[in-house]
């Protein structure tokens, strides 16, 4: 018989083990390719992540004390045994499960605030005070007399203080609300009045413009209607605390509006999810980082001796510290297909804060 070319059984079985074993190095190729693929995209958006939160943070950090007097603004302040001024209770900081008392015996706030674990898991909270430019109110004096030149009523400003603190009332011709960018004085705002007595700081309950009201029972607990010390009343002429006696009279005082900024971790709002918290004041606060694990803060001091303190140290206030260490770490949503596990990394850096940062340590 004629015979035709082909394959033996051999010879098939050696192509086939050849092509088994080329098939096998592919896919274990593609596997690894896709495997690295997905650890640098989750490595990515942590990154991401971490890099918009952290972001953030510095923006405000380098804001922090913009516009905020040396030394803090007065508030009121009363210790748990009563030893500090005539406040009714301890002004109050937002944080993921309510608040917190501000550093009993504060008698100002400064610009800003550490909150060594207070956020959950051990984890830390920090809250700072700047100006908020968005609206000017401070162009003159809420009540400036007649023939000053300002382009209210008769050349001044006829705005005016209630004696007890409990509101205020604005001279539409020197204050434009809404500004020209569509800002308007809105309830849950914070306000800084200051004059030749000194400053101090309300929470804004309600609006009916041009009068804004500071009713008693703020989230805050800074409007403590009534008292001398820390309030309005301060402000006012032939007032000093701890003196009872109401004025009759305010000098000119001039307003600006403050941000209140914090930032802690919130575990709870998203099962799963550890999310960055950016607070204005006791308002919603808006998410700005996703999958976050930690967040720490240490601060250094105007001496150079006391560094990375978690708090302020005995001897030291607030007002000294020179730049803040930010620790933030997190971790992928989705584990790793090569390992199993999920991807862990952190960030640190460090911001001098606005004119508080170099110190001559030779003068």
């Known amino acids: 018989m004629r015979k035709y070319a082909g394959f033996t ?31 640098v995209t989750l490595n990515e ?48 900081r937002p944080t993921l499960t309510g608040s917190a008392n501000f550093p009993t015996c504060n008698v100002a706030m400064p610009a800003i605030e550490p909150g ?7 984890t830390d909270e920090i809250t700072m005070l700047y100006q908020d430019n968005s609206l ?13 030149g300002a382009p209210g009523t008769g050349g001044g400003c006829a705005g005016s203080i209630a004696l007890n603190g409990s509101s205020a009332t604005f001279d539409p011709k020197c204050v434009v609300s809404p500004s020209p960018s569509g800002a308007t004085i809105n309830a849950g705002d914070l306000l800084m009045f200051s004059n030749a007595n000194g400053n101090t700081l309300v929470n804004v309950t309600s609006v009916s413009w041009p009068t804004v009201f500071f009713a008693a029972n703020d989230p805050f607990k800074l409007n403590q209607t009534g008292d001398p010390c820390g309030t309005l009343i301060q ?19 001039t307003v600006i509006r403050v941000s209140m900024i914090s930032y802690y971790l919130d575990n709870t709002s998203v099962p799963g999810h550890v999310e960055l918290i950016r607070r ?6 808006q998410t700005v980082g996703d999958t976050l694990q930690n967040l720490h803060f240490t601060y250094n001091f105007s001496d150079g001796i006391a560094v990375n303190e978690t708090a302020v140290p005995t001897g030291y206030s607030e007002n000294s510290i020179r ?41």
């Open 9 to 39: 059984l051999v010879e098939f079985a050696v192509a086939m083990g050849v092509t088994t074993v080329a098939l096998a190095a592919t896919m274990m190729a593609f596997r690894d390719a896709t495997q690295v693929n997905q650890s």
């Open 45 to 92: 958006d942590i990154t991401d992540n971490m890099r918009a939160g952290l972001n953030m943070m510095e923006q405000d950090l380098i804001q922090t004390a913009t516009g905020i007097p040396t030394g803090g603004i007065s508030i009121p302040a009363k210790a748990a045994s009563g030893a500090c001024t005539s406040g009714v209770t301890n002004v109050l």
């Open 116 to 122: 060594f674990d207070l956020g959950p898991n051990t």
């Open 136 to 148: 000017t109110l401070n162009t003159w004096p809420i009540n400036l007399a007649a023939g000053n």
């Open 235 to 253: 402000l006012q002429n032939g007032n000093a605390c701890p003196t009872t006696t109401q004025g009759t009279s305010y000098p000119p005082t």
């Open 280 to 285: 204005i004041n006791f308002n919603t606060g």
């Open 323 to 363: 730049s803040v260490n930010i620790f933030l770490g997190a971790q992928s949503d989705t584990t790793s297909q090569k390992t199993g596990k999920v991807i862990q990394t952190s960030v640190q850096t460090q911001v001098s804060l606005r004119s508080m940062a170099y110190v001559n340590k030779y003068h």
